[in-house]
């Protein structure tokens, strides 16, 4: 299996490694350090020799960092790791909940006077402002190094990966990576620079037109790449794969061990690009002859705006990954819920999409949360936490594959046996705003922040809200989370069409259930409606179709339009995926997608 469910850390290893790193700085005269989740290339997934959040306080969220000072060690947790961190770190780290309380503020609060250290290949550049600006006029500083403390205290640290590299195809992209070149080079020559500096994997995948394997669930090689205004590229990598690909890569791109690169750094000359918010702050420390244009990766848009070959080759991923939930639907359906554990679910599952003969890799951890563990937003179940699904419990149940032609992330909530009223009644509220934000159409150059609201609105009206985002950006055989685009209070890039994200609005009840459903789904022109009048709209494709379970719905709660919408798409789900069923499979589909 791709996924295991063997716990990784535990709380007990925190107390002697966090006395380990403050002898450390002690050493170094320094009064606190900051240690993140990101890796050099600010990755949420990274490999195992860059979790040193996790193997410091035993904490494997995706986001989140850990400042530890002399007598106080802060781990800073977003919304949806609250409940989890208090199950995996000691007591001798206190869990702060991030963004509302900024490490500067922070700071502020516990000390006086000190020297904070960091790594400055793990920290971006906005990201050290930010905590400088609110540290400004106290005696508080912050002391860049590139050599890392933890590090120096790991003394079992994994190697670093070298996975398999192979050829993105060209016609699964749209476009040639010599295309793509010259298409980003062009941005560079209109904004009078001579380069860019790419550290983000993902964009050098998508640039490239490459793929690899250095990453669990993330598509990528470890590289950092010099975009040149002449369309060539210098790529910096210790994959040893990489030399394979010479020919598909050809004479504009040149291969450089990782160790040339801030070599090349110091040599820049002229004006070049380097993203404030992605790129390491020892990026910037090493140009010393060029000038620095702080401006967004130059990939990021364009690889967000997916071709009509990348949405059509999505589109096929999606209704193949369809299927197989739906086989393995039709099974959960068929057995008795109190014989099954959250591991017999992710196991089925998992099979289900193996049997398709097309997965390369699950794209996150499957999140099998029954009962209080499905208000564990970001759930791993392991041996220790391993719940039994009981009669009359709701089964959360988030996750995804990825396949050569597409990247998949939907969630469904199942009601393992007779659930009670309350928990039907909210996953309603939960399924209005998802039908809401599917059915909107909204001016061009709204962001999604501007949409956000409208998957709250039904949960808002009964006192009640989510602290997730309501979707997330997502790729083609790369990250299922990708930026720029996201639809949250936060986001104020403006949706375009070809963009994919999720639409997941939730509901979580600490101690007794988590609700959670989600489809992807495509920015496109909204079509045009009879005397409308000439302002250009936009809408949203659905690309997953899975039916979402009836026996949670309390149709009465449903106006005409929404009731029509579940009816419409359940009628879809059976036109599209009843062909690729199992006999079985597809009489399930049958009976569970009748009109409500």
């Known amino acids: 299996m791709f996924q295991t ?33 990101a890796d050099v290339h600010q990755g949420e997934n990274v490999a195992p020799r860059d979790e040193r959040l996790a193997w410091l306080t035993g904490f494997t969220g995706s986001a989140g960092f850990c400042i530890a000072l002399n007598d106080i060690a802060g781990v800073f947790i977003d919304g949806r790791y609250r409940l989890q961190v208090r199950d995996q770190v000691a007591d001798v780290f206190t869990p702060v909940n991030w963004p509302e309380t900024k490490p500067g503020d922070w700071l502020k609060d516990q000390l006086t006077s000190g020297i904070i250290g960091f790594d400055s290949w793990l920290h971006t550049q906005h990201e050290i402002e930010q905590i400088e600006k609110a540290l400004a006029g106290t005696d508080i500083t912050l002391r860049p190094d590139p050599a890392n403390l933890i590090d120096h205290i790991w003394d079992d640290q994994p190697p670093a990966p070298d996975g398999k590299t192979i050829i993105y195809p060209a016609d699964l992209a749209g476009k040639t990576h010599d295309e793509k070149r010259s298409e980003v080079a062009q941005t560079l020559k209109d904004a009078g620079q001579n380069c860019a500096i790419l550290t983000l994997p993902d964009s050098i995948a998508w640039l490239l037109n490459i793929r690899g394997s250095d990453i669990d669930r993330m598509p990528v090689v470890q590289a950092f790449a010099i975009l040149r205004a002449d369309e060539t590229v210098d790529l910096f990598s210790n994959n040893s794969s990489l030399g394979d690909l010479t020919d598909h ?24 690009r380097v993203d404030p918010k992605s790129a390491p702050l020892e990026v910037t420390r090493q140009v010393t002859k060029a000038q620095i244009a702080y401006d967004e990766d130059p990939c990021i848009l364009p690889k967000a705006c997916k071709t009509d070959a990348e949405i059509t080759a999505t589109r096929e991923a999606h209704l193949r990954d369809g299927a197989a939930v739906v086989e393995f639907l039709a099974w959960l359906d068929r057995q008795d819920p109190e014989t099954l554990t959250e591991i017999d679910v992710v196991k089925t599952l998992e099979g289900y999409r193996r049997a398709t003969n097309a997965l390369r890799d699950i794209s996150f951890e499957t999140i099998s949360g029954t009962g209080p563990n499905g208000a564990i937003v970001h759930y791993r179940v392991t041996t220790q936490t391993n719940r039994q699904i009981r009669d009359g419990d709701l089964l959360l149940v988030d996750s995804g594959g990825q396949y050569i032609d597409g990247t998949t992330d939907i969630t469904r909530t199942i009601a393992m046996g007779d659930p009670d009223e309350e928990p039907r009644r909210c996953f309603t509220r939960v399924l209005q705003g998802m039908i809401t934000l599917s059915r909107v159409r909204f001016p061009k150059g709204l962001a999604g922040r501007d949409l956000d609201a409208l998957a709250r609105f039904p949960l808002w009206t009964a006192g009640l809200d989510f602290d997730h985002g309501t979707g997330h950006g997502v790729g083609v055989y ?19 069409p070809g963009m994919i994200l999720s639409n997941e609005p939730g509901y979580y009840r600490d101690g007794a259930f988590g609700i959670r459903i989600e489809n992807l789904i495509v920015v496109q022109p909204a079509p045009e409606l ?27 709660m449903l106006d005409v339009n929404q009731r029509q919408w579940i009816n419409d798409y359940h009628t879809d789900c059976l036109a599209k995926l009843g062909d690729r069923l199992s006999t079985d499979a597809k009489a399930w589909l049958t009976e569970a997608t009748r009109p409500l």
């Open 478 to 496: 790369l990250g299922v989370h990708e930026g720029p685009q996201r639809i949250s209070r936060a986001s104020e890039v403006p949706l375009k």
């Open 5 to 37: 469910f063997d716990p990784t850390t535990t709380p007990e290893q925190g107390p002697p490694r966090l006395a380990k790193l403050r002898g450390a700085m002690a050493d170094q005269g320094l009064d606190g350090y900051i240690i993140p989740r």
């Open 530 to 556: 009879p005397g409308a009048d000439d302002r250009q709209m936009l809408s949203f494709e659905t690309l997953t179709y899975v039916p979402i379970d009836r026996n949670l719905i309390v149709t009465d």
């Open 249 to 272: 890569l050809g004479g504009d791109v040149r291969l450089h061990p990782i160790t040339d690169f801030t070599d090349h750094l110091n040599q820049l000359t002229g004006t070049i």
